[in-house]
């Protein structure tokens, strides 16, 4: 029976996770996973060449030395690892799914927030600031989107949560009232 990606990345980054906790090495192995994802986004068809096995055996060890040479001895286990066992095209699931676990260890929270005009840094800081208080995370980071359509006000999505305090959706709300 073989696993699927969601499984599979679940499953070696919780392995991972828990090993880097426990030999106090989260942050270096963090910052270095980061890194690596970053050089498969930079170069996407990597992970389809490390699997190709119509290339030779050679070449795609000889793609894969710069990662293991630069790699801490954990990272280094885990590129091995998912390249031993054909597994290099769950990769950055894996990574993506660290990531995960790291954000829920550290109570970060992840949200977009869009709004009629671009937000000054203040004004994104302060934000931030009050959106962590009310969901109860130690940090919120933000990324900013604008859509006229809003009128003025906030729409903050974070996960299954979205607060809509648009302009747009008061009138909207206020409209409905009056035809009722």
């Known amino acids: 029976m073989s696993l699927n990606r969601a499984t599979v990345a679940k499953r070696y980054s919780k392995a991972l996770f828990e090993l880097l906790s426990e030999k106090d090495q989260l942050e270096s192995g963090y910052t270095e996973l980061v890194e ?60 993506d799914a660290f990531q995960t676990l790291y954000d829920e260890a550290h109570n970060t929270v992840y949200a977009e927030v869009t709004t009629a005009v671009a937000l000054t840094a203040d004004q994104k800081a302060q934000i931030e600031t009050v ?25 903050i999505k974070a996960a299954d949560t979205v607060l809509d305090g648009s302009l747009r959706t008061k009138i909207n709300r206020l409209r409905q009232q009056l035809l009722a």
Request: aromatic share 6%; proline share 5%; glycine share 4%.
């Open 36 to 95: 690596l994802r970053r050089v498969f986004q930079d170069n996407p068809q990597l992970s389809t060449m490390l699997s190709d096995a119509s290339l030779q055996v050679a070449d795609r060890e000889a793609l894969l030395q710069p990662m293991l040479k630069q790699a801490s001895p954990y990272i280094k286990n885990l590129i091995q690892m998912t390249y031993d066992y054909g597994r290099m095209e769950n990769l950055v699931d894996i990574i």
């Open 131 to 155: 959106y962590a208080k009310r969901v109860g995370a130690d940090k919120v980071i933000l990324s900013s989107k604008i859509d006229p359509a809003v009128i003025g006000g906030v729409i």
